[in-house]
């Protein structure tokens, strides 16, 4: 579904991020991914998928840029940027300092404006090119979460509308994918009473898993979805 395609994945290594780049590998992408701190997990990655990793500061956005750039003159332009690196600071509001807003706003919203920006350069001298941001339920919905991270992803899904229409005379689409809990990543922090009143209201009846997520990213992210612009695709096993 991917062949031929080069597909590079922000926070490549964290557990939704290694599960896309690990089956747009299966399905014949070339995978390129960031990564932050951990080394190890990015070279597990690599060995797994068979990919390049790129150490990456989302809130450094002269150096991001540097390493686009790099990036770009190794490999060429990429066909598919799927925006998946946040972070989430479990904090009341009562309890919120500026700078736990600042690191959820820096990374999750201004990391990937910018990350894009970086990217979509390449994309709109080839002409074409698919964009996939990951957003949140925590986003969409009247949930227990935290407010930093649920401002950061209603951010996400204005971002995807508003790239939508600038970048359509490009062939560039962008769509975005909300995941409901997963059985790990993020939703490992969320209170068992939160997880079980989710999993009442799930017509599924059971967290989602990476890979289920991942197939979603990977259609979007091909030619058979072509016609697929400027949309919100929820996976969360109906709630």
Not at 6 to 28: N, Q
Not at 36 to 41: F, K, Q, S, V, Y
Not at 77 to 93: E, F, G, K, T
């Amino acid at each position: 579904m991917l062949k031929g395609k080069t597909v590079f994945v922000s926070g490549g290594t964290g557990y939704l991020g290694s599960g896309i780049c690990g089956l747009a590998a299966e399905y014949g992408a070339k995978v390129l991914f960031s990564y932050n701190r951990n080394e190890a997990e990015a070279a597990e990655v690599e060995k797994k998928t068979g990919g390049k990793a790129f150490r990456i500061d989302m809130r450094d956005v002269p150096a991001m840029s540097g390493v686009v750039d790099r990036l770009a003159r190794e490999n060429g332009p990429i066909d598919v940027l799927v925006n998946n690196a946040a972070v989430s600071n479990i904090m009341p509001l009562a309890m919120l300092e500026e700078e736990d807003v600042d690191q959820a706003l820096d990374i999750n919203v201004k990391g990937t404006l910018f990350l894009t920006r970086a990217f979509v350069k390449g994309m709109i001298a080839s002409r074409r090119g698919a964009i996939v941001n990951i957003g949140s339920i925590a986003g969409n919905r009247i949930l227990d979460v935290p407010i930093t991270y649920a401002a950061s992803k209603a951010a996400i899904n204005g971002i995807t509308y508003a790239l939508t229409a600038e970048l359509k005379r490009f062939n560039i689409r962008v769509n975005s994918v909300i995941p409901g809990m997963l059985d790990g990543g993020v939703s490992k922090g969320v209170p068992p009473g939160h997880r079980e009143d989710f999993l009442k209201h799930c017509a599924t009846g059971r967290p989602g898993t990476a890979r289920e997520i991942a197939e979603v990213v990977c259609f979007l992210s091909s030619d058979r979805a072509s016609y697929v612009n400027g949309q919100q695709i929820v996976v969360d096993g109906g709630v």
